[in-house]
């Protein structure tokens, strides 16, 4: 494994610093970082909701110019710093070959009770400042509930879900996204 590097990097050289290392960091004012989901672990719980969002999104776009992507793929922050949204949803024309995300629309951050106030705070400011980013969504692991930010003209507009029976319209990527759907498989009554 490559040694860490201390000094601060530039978006393009932490890139290409990436490449060598085994692990997927973050790259935080200038220095490359773990997420906290990679330093404390994935749950199960955070797990199954990826994957359902996912398959539900994959699904849905299939055919169409958009395309899910998981947290291999990071997301330039225009302030410098690089992160590792856990689903993203981007747009255009697909550049196989690269490692960052070119016209993401929607990005996902599913929360546990290690990253949560992160999550909510620091990487939500950091996705609004993303000029193609059309929804950020935060997703609940203990219990069924969901953040969707959505910007239009007037700015990001926070709408909360807090029941199974939630539908999300997503209609700038031509999708849905149903609770029930999105935390499948986990021990929430109806």
């Given amino acids: 494994m490559a040694e860490l590097k201390l000094t601060r990097m530039t978006q393009d050289e932490f890139l290409e610093w990436q490449q060598s290392q085994d692990r997927k960091y973050e790259l935080v004012d200038g220095l490359p970082v773990l997420p906290l989901k990679a330093m404390t672990g994935a749950t199960h719980a955070h797990d199954r909701v990826v994957v359902n969002l996912v398959a539900s999104l994959h699904g849905q776009l ?95 507009t926070p709408h909360h879900h807090e029941t199974l029976d939630a539908t999300l319209d997503l209609p700038g990527i031509g999708c849905r996204l149903e609770a029930r759907d999105v935390f499948e498989g986990l021990p929430f009554g109806d």
């Fill in 62 to 156: 299939r055919g169409k110019p958009c395309q899910a992507t998981t947290d291999a793929i990071a997301l330039k922050i225009p302030a410098g710093n690089i992160r590792r949204p856990d689903v993203t949803v981007e747009c255009g024309e697909p550049r196989l070959k690269d490692t960052t995300s070119a016209e993401p629309r929607l990005v996902v951050e599913v929360l546990s009770p290690s990253t949560m106030n992160f999550d909510r705070v620091r990487k939500l400011d950091e996705y609004k400042s993303v000029p193609s980013l059309r929804y950020i969504l935060l997703v609940d692991t203990e219990k069924p509930q969901m953040t969707l930010h959505v910007r239009d003209a007037s700015g990001w």
